[in-house]
């Protein structure tokens, strides 16, 4: 329908008219291929531009159909479905206008016969090789594979086509889904299961209950119960028994009897213990049977006991042996005659010295029995002086302070006094060192004299402290030793004032 579109806006002569209404009823029965474009290629344009891909392409149905033209900025040779937009028409068409280059071939225009051939194969879908057949969805022969409509597609009447529907259609062939719903549920009739038949449209029995129930006991009555859909088979009472009582132990007992009536008369089934052995009543025997006796050996592998049954209390007894097994002796080992391979102590071991006070009011005296030695526990603070006289840290740091003051000022008191007792006095070797505007006199006999004195003097004070404090810390061992060296340099001062 296309090329006969195409044709009529080419019309310029009756003749041409008249051939494209020819072609175009053609066309309806047979699509035009690429192997019929191809040979007008190979005849007008193949021997020229187009030989060995000169011009750009061989003219390939893959190159048409899928690619560019790189020298008219990458337009599409074809365009399926539409001539007038594909580059390869606007080439060959002879309008007199071209996109982009000169019109082809060179020389004479093609017969608008093979311009309109081109056309129809590009607005047919610019098919490579035609597959015959119905292309309409629609149609009831419609061929998915098909892409040259050939005709033959044959429409569909849409209705309902469910006889059993209230609104089929008996000339519908396609189903449209326009259907009214109807009941299609088939209840159970007495017991009789109905199913849905959709070639009658109605419900069938397809299955019937067995109503004569018939279990082949004469001692039972056989009905059908159409309330629940089952057999009914009610025993007939006491039917073909004998009654009586059935207890063998019973003193009425019947031995023809098949049920019992409930008539046996009451008998004793208790079965009191003798001698600590257990008894129960057997149904079989109708007696009492004995289910256990007791062991009246006892033997509790143990040969420091009596062993023996007490028949009053069901029980063992095993009397320890006194003194069985033992070995007598003295069992402290802090004692001076202490045996260590006794296991009962027989009362022999001899005394020992437990007082251990060691005349210290700070110690909590006590007697180790386990390691058999005096503990002496010293009393936590015990002698210190509450009073806090004991020097604390700060205390420390102000005589340390202090000191440090007494000595610069007997240097700054002594400084101009130096060059006069390094000339009186020869036989003391005095350094002066030194410091900003400060002479620093030093004696290392001197100081060495003052050092000992110092440390005497601390040994004393220790002694003093314990003596009156009753504690030394480790503060005062750290301050006494830290002012030593402090000391010494301020008594070997006073030592060479002296001299």
């Given at each position: 329908?296309?090329?006969?579109?195409?044709?009529?806006?080419?019309?310029?002569?009756?003749?041409?008219?008249?051939?494209?209404?020819?072609?175009?009823?053609?066309?309806?029965?047979?699509?035009?291929?690429?192997?019929?474009?191809?040979?007008?290629?190979?005849a007008?344009?193949?021997?020229?531009?187009?030989?060995?891909?000169?011009?750009?392409?061989?003219?390939?149905?893959?190159?048409?159909?899928?690619g560019?033209?790189?020298?008219?900025?990458?337009?599409?040779?074809?365009?399926?479905?539409?001539?007038?937009?594909?580059?390869?028409?606007?080439?060959?068409?002879?309008?007199?206008?071209?996109?982009?280059?000169?019109?082809?071939?060179?020389?004479?225009?093609?017969?608008?016969?093979?311009?309109?051939?081109?056309?129809?194969?590009?607005?047919?879908?610019?098919?490579?090789?035609?597959?015959?057949?119905?292309?309409?969805?629609?149609?009831?022969?419609?061929?998915?594979?098909?892409?040259?409509?050939?005709?033959?597609?044959?429409?569909?009447?849409?209705?309902?086509?469910?006889?059993?529907a209230?609104?089929?259609?008996?000339t519908?062939?396609?189903d449209?889904?326009?259907?009214?719903?109807?009941?299609?549920?088939?209840?159970?009739?007495?017991?009789?299961?109905?199913?849905?038949?959709?070639?009658?449209?109605?419900?069938?029995?397809?299955?019937?209950?067995?109503?004569?129930?018939?279990?082949?006991?004469?001692?039972?009555?056989?009905?059908?119960?159409?309330?629940?859909?089952?057999?009914?088979?009610?025993?007939?009472?006491?039917?073909g028994?004998?009654?009586?009582?059935?207890?063998?132990?019973?003193?009425?007992?019947?031995?023809?009897?098949?049920?019992?009536?409930?008539?046996?008369?009451?008998?004793?089934?208790?079965?009191?213990?003798?001698?600590?052995?257990?008894?129960?009543?057997?149904?079989?025997?109708?007696?009492?049977?004995e289910?256990?006796?007791?062991?009246?050996?006892?033997?509790?592998?143990?040969?420091?006991?009596?062993?023996?049954?007490?028949?009053?209390?069901?029980?063992?007894?095993?009397?320890?042996?006194?003194?069985?097994?033992?070995?007598?002796?003295?069992?402290?080992?802090?004692?001076?005659?202490?045996?260590?391979?006794?296991?009962?102590?027989?009362?022999?071991?001899?005394?020992?010295?437990?007082?251990?006070?060691?005349?210290?009011?700070?110690?909590?005296?006590s007697?180790?029995?386990?390691?058999?030695?005096?503990?002496?526990?010293?009393?936590?603070?015990?002698?210190?002086?509450?009073?806090?006289?004991?020097?604390?840290?700060?205390?420390?740091?102000?005589?340390?302070?202090?000191?440090?003051?007494?000595?610069?000022?007997?240097?700054?008191?002594?400084?101009?006094?130096?060059?006069?007792?390094?000339?009186?006095?020869?036989?003391?070797?005095?350094?002066?060192?030194?410091?900003?505007?400060?002479?620093?006199?030093?004696?290392?006999?001197?100081?060495?004299k003052a050092?000992?004195?110092?440390?005497?003097?601390?040994?004393?004070?220790?002694?003093?402290?314990?003596?009156?404090?009753?504690?030394?810390?480790?503060?005062?061992?750290?301050?006494?030793?830290?002012?030593?060296?402090i000391?010494?340099?301020?008594?070997h001062?006073?030592?060479?004032?002296?001299?």
């Amino acid at each position: 329908m296309a090329l006969k579109l195409h044709c009529i806006k080419k019309l310029t002569t009756p003749l041409l008219l008249l051939f494209c209404l020819l072609f175009s009823q053609y066309s309806y029965t047979q699509c035009v291929e690429y192997s019929q474009v191809l040979s007008i290629f190979d005849a007008s344009c193949m021997n020229g531009c187009h030989a060995n891909g000169v011009g750009g392409t061989s003219l390939t149905y893959d190159e048409l159909v899928n690619g560019t033209s790189a020298a008219c900025g990458g337009v599409p040779y074809v365009v399926v479905g539409d001539a007038d937009a594909s580059y390869l028409y606007d080439k060959i068409n002879d309008d007199g206008s071209v996109q982009c280059g000169s019109a082809m071939p060179f020389g004479p225009a093609l017969p608008q016969a093979e311009q309109d051939l081109i056309a129809a194969w590009i607005n047919g879908g610019a098919i490579e090789t035609a597959i015959n057949g119905c292309t309409d969805p629609n149609a009831t022969n419609y061929d998915a594979t098909a892409n040259c409509d050939d005709g033959s597609c044959s429409l569909a009447v849409s209705g309902c086509t469910d006889p059993c529907a209230p609104n089929y259609d008996a000339t519908a062939t396609a189903d449209d889904g326009s259907c009214q719903a109807y009941d299609t549920s088939c209840p159970d009739v007495n017991c009789s299961t109905f199913a849905w038949d959709a070639n009658s449209c109605s419900c069938l029995e397809t299955s019937t209950p067995d109503t004569t129930c018939d279990d082949a006991d004469a001692c039972t009555t056989d009905s059908y119960d159409f309330a629940t859909c089952s057999c009914v088979n009610e025993p007939i009472v006491n039917c073909g028994e004998t009654l009586g009582c059935t207890d063998p132990c019973a003193p009425n007992y019947d031995a023809a009897a098949t049920l019992d009536d409930g008539s046996c008369q009451a008998y004793d089934t208790s079965c009191p213990d003798v001698n600590c052995a257990t008894f129960a009543w057997d149904a079989n025997s109708c007696s009492c049977l004995e289910t256990s006796t007791p062991d009246t050996t006892c033997d509790d592998a143990d040969a420091c006991t009596t062993d023996s049954y007490d028949f009053a209390t069901c029980s063992c007894v095993n009397e320890p042996i006194v003194n069985c097994g033992e070995t007598l002796g003295c069992t402290d080992p802090c004692a001076p005659n202490y045996n260590a391979a006794a296991t009962l102590d027989d009362g022999t071991c001899q005394a020992y010295q437990v007082n251990c006070d060691d005349n210290n009011p700070c110690t909590v005296d006590s007697f180790d029995a386990q390691n058999c030695t005096c503990v002496n526990a010293p009393i936590a603070n015990c002698g210190t002086n509450t009073s806090n006289n004991v020097p604390t840290l700060s205390e420390w740091g102000l005589i340390l302070f202090i000191l440090l003051l007494m000595n610069l000022g007997l240097l700054t008191t002594i400084n101009q006094y130096v060059p006069v007792w390094q000339t009186q006095n020869q036989s003391v070797k005095i350094n002066s060192y030194k410091w900003k505007n400060l002479n620093i006199p030093f004696s290392k006999d001197l100081f060495k004299k003052a050092l000992n004195i110092g440390l005497v003097m601390i040994l004393i004070g220790f002694a003093f402290s314990l003596l009156f404090f009753g504690v030394i810390t480790s503060v005062d061992f750290i301050c006494s030793f830290i002012c030593l060296p402090i000391f010494a340099y301020l008594l070997h001062l006073v030592l060479m004032a002296q001299k």
